[in-house]
């Protein structure tokens, strides 16, 4: 059993089983849950409201298909800012936080300072994202662009080790 720090929750293998469970199928009601990991609907539903408040569950949404929304392209975009200043990356962060084309972002190691995952209907678009608004960002210094040919693997479950 393990004690998640953040929120003192013992995650046994009842409460993982529940978790892995919701962000399968975050529709399933206590009844069918409390079905599936063998615990009566009263403890599952206590077991449920833990995970919520303790925010290991952060919230529930639906997941739309990419595809038929006609959003066909994925592009990740490598991109290196002229300084590794507190002030350029607080920069950099704040210019893209609020661009819905860009589903990711994260602070990387290596070559390039921060990789995206962006989804746009086409190229022209992702031109236009890049064009008129990426590489006006000043902190930027070089932008390198990388386009998935097809989606081998997509999940938004947490690997839970059960």
Same mark, same amino acid.
């Given at each position: 059993?393990?004690?998640?720090?953040?929120?003192?929750?013992?995650?046994?293998?009842?409460?993982?089983?529940? @978790?892995?469970?919701?962000?399968?199928?975050?529709?399933?009601?206590?009844?069918?849950?409390?079905?599936?990991? *063998? @615990?009566?609907?009263?403890?599952?539903?206590?077991?449920?409201?833990?995970?919520?408040?303790? *925010?290991?569950?952060?919230?529930?949404?639906?997941?739309?298909?990419?595809?038929?929304? *006609?959003?066909?392209?994925?592009?990740?975009?490598?991109?290196?800012?002229?300084?590794?200043?507190?002030?350029?990356?607080?920069?950099?962060?704040?210019?893209?936080?609020?661009?819905?084309?860009?589903?990711?972002?994260?602070?990387?190691?290596?070559?390039?300072?921060?990789?995206?995952?962006?989804?746009?209907?086409?190229?022209?678009?992702?031109?236009?994202?890049?064009?008129?608004?990426?590489?006006?960002?000043?902190?930027?210094?070089?932008?390198?662009?990388?386009?998935?040919?097809?989606?081998?693997?997509?999940?938004?479950?947490?690997? @839970? *080790?059960?």
């Amino acid at each position: 059993m393990q004690k998640n720090n953040a929120s003192n929750i013992e995650l046994d293998e009842t409460t993982l089983k529940i @978790l892995d469970c919701l962000q399968k199928n975050a529709e399933l009601s206590i009844a069918e849950l409390s079905e599936i990991v *063998g @615990l009566s609907q009263s403890p599952c539903w206590r077991r449920v409201n833990e995970l919520k408040t303790s *925010g290991l569950i952060q919230k529930s949404v639906a997941i739309a298909d990419q595809e038929k929304l *006609g959003l066909h392209v994925n592009v990740f975009v490598h991109v290196t800012l002229c300084r590794q200043t507190e002030e350029c990356l607080m920069q950099f962060e704040e210019a893209i936080r609020d661009l819905p084309e860009i589903m990711e972002c994260y602070l990387m190691s290596g070559e390039a300072d921060y990789m995206l995952r962006v989804v746009v209907h086409d190229l022209r678009e992702y031109q236009h994202l890049l064009t008129n608004c990426l590489t006006k960002i000043p902190a930027v210094s070089s932008i390198r662009s990388s386009f998935a040919l097809s989606r081998v693997k997509y999940t938004t479950a947490l690997p @839970l *080790g059960i």
